[in-house]
């Protein structure tokens, strides 16, 4: 028993509403013109016992009237005056028709949509010539219906026109948004890198000093100090890692906009530090020299996400001023949460605040994170001496 030979399925027709748009505007447009000329030719020739020129010529100035709105969008200004004299002509020369002027209404409002600012206000000055040559005999006798007309003409020439500006006004603003966008995302980033990696080179130099000053006459001690480096210098690796997956995450996951794909935590990525990890920061600054105490209050230990990572890059920054500048022997660190605010202060005993200070890239970038948050921050010097760092930020 044999059977009928598969034949494969015929694919399953398309949606019309998509299939026309994916037709190009362009034949659209060609589409557009084709249907004037189809109405004016049938129309001339109906009237052809009336036509002063003959219907050869008539016919004409109709595929010249009808053929530029075939490039309307690509050649609106120079479609529109071929346009517009040749239905000059057609009223001077043959006989008005009563289609054409409704392709010239359409090639008007064109040019005001799709040319250019300046280009496009030649269209009043063109469509009030027209009419001119267009109501020459009739508009002696009837003056109100070339001015209605007009007005007709030079409201469809705004509407394109105020059509055309809004949406330049919205490219404009999206264009502007984006790079607003771009530009935080990369002081963001500039943050995390000088927060992170930053600090820790620093505090790698910090131990290298320290071990090169301790080589000769401490050597159980050398070895403690470059064990410490060796592992800071792992952690600067791990926050460098971190610092460009973001970069890899944020370069494939934008919106529209150029925005991130989310400021949250991707799986797989390494968290980043709270306030819980300051403890293990003040060790390792320890092990460098620096003695720093840390006080926690434990209501700070239960705040967002969001303040929990901006309280402890604000420390680690306080920290390492603290080890670039101040030539300090301790630093204190407290973090307390209180009347919904959470307060986060760096205080040293170094050589205090130089002559002509100016915040540096650091401080600037703790302003920038306390101010997204809506809080405030003050740096200067200290109450006994030494610099002090000090930021209040709100607790939803």
Known sequence: MSSAPHTPAAPPPRPLLPALRAVPADRWDAVLAGLFLLVMAVERIGAAGELHGGLPLALALSVAVAAPLAVRRTRPLAGYLVGAAALSAEALFVLPSPVSP????????????????????????????????????????????????????????????GTARRAEQREAARLLLRREVVAEERARLARELHDSVGHTLNVVLVQAGAARRLLDREPERTRELLTGLEHTGREALDDLDRVLGLLRREAHGRDALGRAAGGREQDGAAPQPGIADLERLAERLGGAGLRVWVRIDPAARRVPRSLDVSAYRIVQEGLTNTVKHADARTVGVTVRCAAGRLAVEVCDDGRGVPAGYAPGRGLLGVAERVSVLGGRVEHGPGEPGGFRLRAELPVP
Do not use: C, E
């Open 102 to 161: 409704y392709a010239d209404l359409v090639g008007l409002y064109s040019l005001g949509l799709y040319a250019p600012r300046r280009r496009a206000w030649f269209g009043p000055f063109a469509a009030l010539l027209g009419m001119a040559a267009y109501f020459a005999d009739l508009g002696r006798a009837y003056p109100v219906i070339p001015a209605g007309v007009l007005f007709l003409w030079l409201l469809g020439w705004a509407v394109g026109y």
